[in-house]
């Protein structure tokens, strides 16, 4: 057990080495000297012609992974959602997706501007679209009303806190997608992280669904790169995609050589991630200006609200000069999300910090 005194020392000691915690994401990670040694070693073809050896070697282990016939490295999250919802779509369709997806909030409108759209969003606290709701919004045949081509589910949910779906719920949707023949695509960017938390196997989490999008960028630390499965013709059409958006590139298993170490050696060290969040939230649930759901940490995103008087700007400004960097998440929200190079210490570190930090602004 780690005593207060102990406790001390530490937080001095990180105070000493003047380092920057960063929880504003799980993007920020950066390659570390391992990953660096083996860019540095990658064996490189041009991959548009189909010639890298490394991100065949990638492509064939996210296949063997999500037990998809086919997979394409791509160079981010978004290329490989938009691909995907490109390949699955026409100009003039509809998809259904959550209300706070990835794809809607944060993807600068790409399913109107690049595949002309429309999306129908339902809104929830966790992520899980109502069945009944997903029913009620597939549109039936009408001259007047698009076709329904898409559904897309977020696994873990990013904006509602690093949520799970839960398997159960999934296969449920995949019966309604499939009886009404529509794509189900899962936006798995932090698909690792559900799967490190609960035990469930990539292939297990993936089956359900048509196409599954999943990061090497994100909590894994890879510098950059996406990886959209699915079957060997969709797949086929994304590649297509992926030209037309300048997403083929050329001698890129120096990137694809980062993404391979990623998964080998860090998509095990996930459960420290959820550890530390866990930890950091169990310290700010012990302030009373602090409100924070515990149950809702599954993973390694933290949401947490303060006092609405306290000025948020101020709030940021005031931790950053502490050397702790966290994003805003709404009106009087933060956001922290823990990685790969925020360590246990470190996560206590800025628990104290802020609810230290909250309890000096509120007075
Ligand atoms: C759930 C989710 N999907 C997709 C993306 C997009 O990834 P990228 O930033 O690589 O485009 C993100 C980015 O954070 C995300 O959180």
């Not at 948020?312 to 000069?321: A, P, S």
Request: hydrophobic share 40%.
């Amino acid at each position: 057990m780690i005593t207060n005194k102990e406790n001390t020392n530490k937080e001095n000691l990180i105070m000493e080495l003047n380092k920057i915690i960063d929880i504003r994401s799980d993007t920020v990670t950066k390659p570390t000297d391992d990953m660096r040694q083996v860019i540095a070693n990658a064996i490189v073809g041009d991959d548009v012609w189909g010639d890298d050896p490394t991100v065949n070697e990638l492509q064939n282990m996210l296949c063997e992974l999500s037990g998809k016939e086919a997979a394409l490295f791509v160079p981010s999250g978004t290329m490989s959602n938009q691909i995907a919802i490109a390949s699955a779509t026409n100009s003039g369709d509809e998809i259904i997706c959550e209300s706070q997806a990835h794809i809607v909030r944060y993807e600068a409108g790409a399913p109107g501007f690049i595949s002309r759209v429309n999306t129908k969003q339902i809104s929830t606290t966790d992520g899980r679209l109502d069945l009944n709701a997903i029913i009620e919004e597939i549109r039936p045949l009408n001259l007047h009303y698009p076709l329904t081509k898409m559904i897309c589910l977020e696994n873990t949910h990013n904006y509602l806190g690093g949520r799970i779906l839960p398997l159960d719920y999934i296969k449920e949707v995949e019966s309604i997608a499939k009886e009404h023949k529509i794509h189900l695509h899962c936006d798995g960017a932090r698909l690792w992280n559900a799967s490190a938390a609960t035990g469930i196997s990539i292939k297990d989490y993936s089956e359900p669904f048509d196409s599954v999008s999943l990061c090497l960028s994100k909590g894994l630390g890879a510098p950059i790169g996406s990886v959209l499965v699915g079957s060997n013709e969709f797949i086929s059409k994304a590649k297509r995609f992926r030209k037309i958006l300048g997403g083929g590139m050329r001698q890129v298993g120096i990137i694809a050589s980062a993404g391979i170490y990623a998964i080998k050696e860090h998509f095990k060290l996930l459960p420290v991630d959820h550890n530390n969040a866990k930890i950091f939230a169990q310290i700010l649930s012990k302030s009373n200006q602090i409100e924070i759901d515990l149950n809702k940490v599954e993973t390694n995103i933290v949401f947490f609200s303060y006092p609405i008087k306290l000025d948020q700007e101020k709030l940021i400004n005031t931790l950053k000069q502490k050397n702790i960097l966290i994003g805003a998440a709404g009106k009087n929200s933060l956001r922290a999300v823990f990685h790969l190079q925020v360590n246990e210490e470190e996560a206590i570190f800025a628990g104290n910090q802020i609810v230290e930090t909250i309890k000096e602004l509120m007075n």
